[in-house]
T-cell receptor, first 113, second 114 residues
Framework: GAGVSQSPSNKVTEKGKDVELRCDPI?????LYWYRQSLGQGLEFLIY????????KSGLPSDRFSAERTGGSVSTLTIQRTQQEDSAVYLC???????????FGPGTRLTVL | AQSVSQHNHHVILSEAASLELGCNYS??????LFWYVQYPGQHLQLLLK??????LVKGIKGFEAEFIKSKFSFNLRKPSVQWSDTAEYFC????????????FGRGTSLIVHP
């Protein structure tokens, strides 16, 4: 079946611009996670959605970052007024339930010039 | 806050050598444990997981990991590596009964020379 998909695969933007990153999780997966992966670093947790519960936003690095998940499916991560330090690979993952293994998408490589 | 340590950031081996990658975590409660692998140009994918039961877990491609609760460790092993095992390996831990959000280690880059 289809895995987790993310778009765009690459995004180059200028400092100060807003960007939107999209994630399509596996159908039926109730949990959805966003991570950021910088060169030589592990996965930095950003935000977590579980079913209809309020999202866990504890990992968002600043108020420039926000995310939503519509209809319990597609999620969009928005970064406003991008900065060069936002450059990274943004990964989305979904899982059937909150305590299951995660299935990762291919990521979006964001470059802020 | 929970943390996950992977002691080896870069490992270089020759084919047929044995592999052990260390993973230690800081949380004292009940945990779910994972090893994920990212092959060059591919997605992160699950290698193996431990939730409960036999602390020696076998995964795909001949990998295994042992959960030692007293040492807060979940080390990954393979008796004989292949060139195709060249990849980035990540250990992850989530708290059972808590938020279940996995915390990932920084990863270990494994290069296997043919």
């Amino acid at each position: 079946g289809a895995g987790v998909s993310q778009s765009p695969s690459n995004k180059v933007t200028e400092k100060g611009k807003d960007v939107e990153l999209r994630c399509d999780p596996i159908s039926g997966h109730t949990a959805l996670y966003w991570y950021r992966q910088s060169l030589g670093q592990g996965l930095e947790f950003l935000i977590y959605f579980q079913g209809n519960s309020a999202p866990d936003k504890s990992g968002l690095p600043s108020d420039r970052f926000s995310a939503e998940r519509t209809g319990g499916s597609v999620s969009t991560l928005t970064i406003q007024r991008t900065q060069q330090e936002d450059s990274a690979v943004y990964l989305c993952a979904s899982s059937l339930r909150q305590d299951n293994e995660q299935f990762f998408g291919p990521g979006t490589r964001l470059t802020v010039l | 806050a929970q943390s996950v340590s992977q002691h080896n950031h870069h490992v270089i081996l020759s084919e047929a050598a044995s592999l052990e990658l260390g993973c230690n975590y800081s949380y004292g409660g009940t945990v779910n444990l994972f090893w994920y692998v990212q092959y060059p140009g591919q997605h992160l994918q699950l290698l193996l997981k431990y939730f409960s039961g036999d602390p020696l877990v076998k995964g795909i491609k001949g990998f295994e990991a042992e959960f030692i609760k007293s040492k807060f460790s979940f080390n990954l092993r393979k008796p004989s590596v292949q060139w195709s095992d060249t990849a980035e390996y990540f250990c992850a831990v989530s708290q059972r009964g808590g938020s279940y959000i996995p915390t990932f280690g920084r990863g270990t880059s494994l290069i296997v020379h043919p």
